[in-house]
Structures are given as C-alpha cells and as structure tokens.
C-alpha cells in the first residue's frame, strides 16, 4: 500500500514541501511506494514555491483511512492533523517542534525531532549520501522551505545547519539567495482574496495554556500595513472563527520580516492580558502593540504565552 506523507492543516511553504521531498525520497531511494498529500490548500508563499519548481500541487485530503501507511512530517501535534490520525499506521514522525504526545501507533517507529529551524534541513540530513541525487525541483523545494521557516535567516530559530545547507543549494541551483527570498516573501504578503476568517486560520496553531484555548495565528508579511489596514474586521471576526474552531480566543501575530518585530491584535481584555503578561508590555487602552524582535510562534510567542 503507497505511503501518504504529509504535514499539519494549514499548510505552510515547510509543510508543502516536506511531504513532497520525503515521498520523492522514499519512492525512488528508499524504494517504498509514497505519495505526497496536504491537510488544506497551501498558501501563497508555498503555491509560488510549487510553480516556480514545477512542482504539482499534491492531493488534498481530511481524512486517512485504518490500517493506512503514513509518515507525518512537520508537526507531532494532533490537533494539527485529521481527527482519526491514530487509526493510521504511522510509520515515522520527523519534525523539528516541541513534543506535544497524544499520538498512537500500531507499534514501534522512527522518530526524529531535532532543534533545527526546518524539517527539511532534518531531511537531508536523514538521506546521507544520497542527497545528492535530489533532482533540481526537489532541491529547490528544499531551499525555499529553509528560507521561508528561517525568514531568510532573521528567525532566532535559525542554526549554522540551516544556513549552510540553504547556501549550499542554492549555488548549486544558481540562485540568489536575497533576491529569491524577496519573491518568496512578496508571494506571502499578497493576502488580498483571502476572507479575514481565512487571515485568521492560514498560518494558526492550537495551543492551551492556563486552560483556556487559542488559535495562535501568524501572520509573515513584508507589507504589515496590507494585513493591518483590516485590523478592525480581523477583530470582528475574531468570536466566530474561535466559536467555529472550538476555541477560547484567537490570537494574531503580524509579523514585519523586513523590520524584524510583530504587531499583535487587542480585541478584549483576554487578549490584553495575555500581551502583558506574555511579553512584558504595556497596551494601554491601545488596539493593537508592537513586539520588537519578535518573529518566531515557535520560539518567542508558544513557549512565552501566560495569562
């Protein structure tokens, strides 16, 4: 039975081009029949990655059927991936964020979790020797979901192993790294079709902390002001996204690449609290604060949110 490889819901550049590359590993290095599939559509940034390579769009699924055969990539959450997930046969996990438990598997596996800003830069080193063998496509999925995950290295996430590795590809690609990261990021910036419920859930995790629930969404633009400007929507829509999602609260994250800061959304007094108690700031009766420095959900916003 083919291997379905895939990452979290709200796919990312990483959790595209992740299932792409391993199921390219395993099916004609490791000789296991896998197929790439994606837990939603992908976003802009990962639909300019998959054109620009000439990749195709992988399958969309929101169920796995039991007894099925896949390895998850890119998250160990299961609140990230379909609700049956442990009726699968999970074969693998590799991934490079906290463990969080919760998933069942039909016997032993690999695991693989390392402190690495990218799962694809666990991915090449899992493959060895035969990394050399990645056709350009899948090097170029490679280096864009190196870029995307470190923000072209300004992430504090960010390790020599990724650096290193996303300059090696891309002299090997022909590729300027400044230049093709600006195209990246333009592609992510454009969120102008997007619905503001859509805003709210394209880059999101669920995460509990002091009991209460949140939809930690992140937004990586070059243009905040684009994303801004609907500030006021965005908070209208906050109730009936977190209603609809079955959390408390929705949280989001406007991430300025270029000046390296975020600007979260006060809608309420929750959203208050947390601001202040998570990044020891003041918001006043303000609608909005601006968080120097802080760029990485995984990092600086997950590990610090309090109430």
Same mark, same amino acid.
């Given at each position: 039975?083919?291997? $379905? *490889?895939?990452?979290?819901?709200?796919?990312?550049?990483?959790?595209? /081009?992740?299932?792409?590359?391993?199921?390219?590993?395993?099916?004609?290095?490791? /000789?296991?029949?896998?197929?790439?599939?994606? !837990? /939603?559509?992908?976003?802009?940034?990962?639909?300019?990655? $998959?054109?620009?390579?000439? $990749?195709?769009?992988?399958?969309?699924?929101?169920?796995? &059927?039991?007894?099925? =055969?896949?390895?998850? *990539?890119?998250?160990?959450?299961?609140?990230? !991936?379909?609700?049956?997930?442990?009726?699968?046969?999970?074969?693998?996990?590799?991934?490079?964020?906290?463990?969080? /438990?919760?998933?069942?598997?039909?016997? =032993?596996? &690999?695991?693989?979790l390392r402190p690495l800003a990218c799962t694809a830069t666990i991915l090449h080193d899992l493959m060895g020797a035969d990394a050399t063998k990645m056709p350009e496509a899948i090097k170029g999925a490679m280096l864009s979901c190196i870029l995307s995950d470190t923000l072209e290295f300004r992430s504090p996430t960010t390790t020599d192993t990724d650096r290193d590795l996303a300059e090696a590809l891309a002299a090997e690609l022909g590729v300027d790294i400044p230049a093709y990261a600006a195209e990246l990021f333009a592609a992510k910036s454009d969120v102008t079709a997007f619905s503001d419920a859509e805003l709210l859930r394209m880059d999101s995790k669920e995460y509990e902390v002091g009991g209460v629930s949140f939809r930690v969404s992140v937004l990586e633009t070059t243009s905040p002001e684009t994303v801004l400007s609907r500030k006021d929507s965005l908070m209208a829509s906050m109730p009936a996204v977190a209603e609809q999602d079955g959390v408390d609260q929705v949280l989001l994250f406007v991430v300025d690449i270029l000046r390296e800061q975020s600007t979260m959304l006060i809608p309420n007094e929750l959203t208050r609290q947390v601001a202040e108690k998570s990044f020891a700031t003041v918001c006043g009766d303000a609608d909005m604060v601006v968080l120097p420095g802080v760029v990485s959900r995984k990092k600086q916003i997950i590990p610090n949110l309090a109430l």
């Amino acid at each position: 039975m083919t291997t $379905l *490889v895939f990452g979290h819901k709200s796919p990312d550049t990483d959790s595209t /081009g992740s299932p792409i590359i391993w199921a390219w590993y395993l099916t004609e290095i490791a /000789g296991t029949e896998a197929k790439p599939v994606l !837990l /939603g559509e992908p976003n802009t940034e990962a639909a300019f990655m $998959l054109t620009r390579w000439g $990749l195709e769009k992988p399958a969309i699924i929101d169920a796995v &059927d039991e007894g099925q =055969p896949v390895v998850i *990539v890119d998250t160990n959450n299961p609140a990230e !991936l379909p609700a049956n997930v442990n009726a699968a046969d999970i074969r693998a996990i590799i991934d490079h964020h906290r463990l969080v /438990g919760g998933l069942e598997t039909k016997g =032993p596996i &690999d695991i693989t979790l390392r402190p690495l800003a990218c799962t694809a830069t666990i991915l090449h080193d899992l493959m060895g020797a035969d990394a050399t063998k990645m056709p350009e496509a899948i090097k170029g999925a490679m280096l864009s979901c190196i870029l995307s995950d470190t923000l072209e290295f300004r992430s504090p996430t960010t390790t020599d192993t990724d650096r290193d590795l996303a300059e090696a590809l891309a002299a090997e690609l022909g590729v300027d790294i400044p230049a093709y990261a600006a195209e990246l990021f333009a592609a992510k910036s454009d969120v102008t079709a997007f619905s503001d419920a859509e805003l709210l859930r394209m880059d999101s995790k669920e995460y509990e902390v002091g009991g209460v629930s949140f939809r930690v969404s992140v937004l990586e633009t070059t243009s905040p002001e684009t994303v801004l400007s609907r500030k006021d929507s965005l908070m209208a829509s906050m109730p009936a996204v977190a209603e609809q999602d079955g959390v408390d609260q929705v949280l989001l994250f406007v991430v300025d690449i270029l000046r390296e800061q975020s600007t979260m959304l006060i809608p309420n007094e929750l959203t208050r609290q947390v601001a202040e108690k998570s990044f020891a700031t003041v918001c006043g009766d303000a609608d909005m604060v601006v968080l120097p420095g802080v760029v990485s959900r995984k990092k600086q916003i997950i590990p610090n949110l309090a109430l």
